[in-house]
């Protein structure tokens, strides 16, 4: 599914066959059945949490189609790094929400910190990132550590 929406006052292009899967919780194993629901956390190239619900028309992801009719529905839903850590520890099992966010023994006095940055700065860091595997995070530690 792809989704271009706006979060956080920047809009950004969501898309589960681009994105990198970090973990998956269904609550029942047939999709037909009424209140089927599944769900999958991805994290972007850019860093962007979301997640990708589906449901039948009795989950929390249906929707009305007519008077007293349900379908069964799909959305992504924007999510903050804190909201994704959130799901991950309610879905996930421990070897899963390290893999996504590392072991949270290692990141103790890490700060998460918003910034705005000029899309060329963006562009930059994103370069860097692809060419390095280093995370944004890691390269900008990196470019203000002491030497």
């Not at 990198?20 to 999958?40: H, I, Q």
């Not at 850019?46 to 249906?62: Q, V």
């Not at 929400?97 to 990141?107: C, L, Q, V």
């Not at 060329?120 to 692809?130: A, F, M, N, V």
């Amino acid at each position: 599914m792809k989704k271009v929406l706006t979060f956080e006052g920047r809009r950004r292009v969501y898309d589960t066959a681009t994105a990198k899967l970090l973990g998956e919780w269904r609550n029942r194993d047939n999709p037909r059945d009424f209140s089927y629901c599944y769900e999958a956390l991805y994290v972007t190239k850019s860093g962007a949490y979301f997640l990708y619900g589906e449901g039948g028309p009795m989950s929390k992801y249906s929707r009305q189609i007519g008077s007293n009719n349900w379908s069964g529905d799909e959305v992504i839903i924007p999510m903050t790094l804190a909201e994704a850590q959130k799901w991950a520890e309610k879905h996930l099992d421990g070897e899963e929400y390290i893999a996504a966010f590392g072991d949270p023994e290692e990141t103790d006095g890490v700060e998460a910190l918003k910034i705005s940055l000029q899309p060329s700065t963006i562009k930059k860091l994103e370069r860097l990132r692809s060419e390095t595997g280093k995370s944004i995070s890691q390269l900008i530690e990196e470019a203000f550590a002491d030497n």
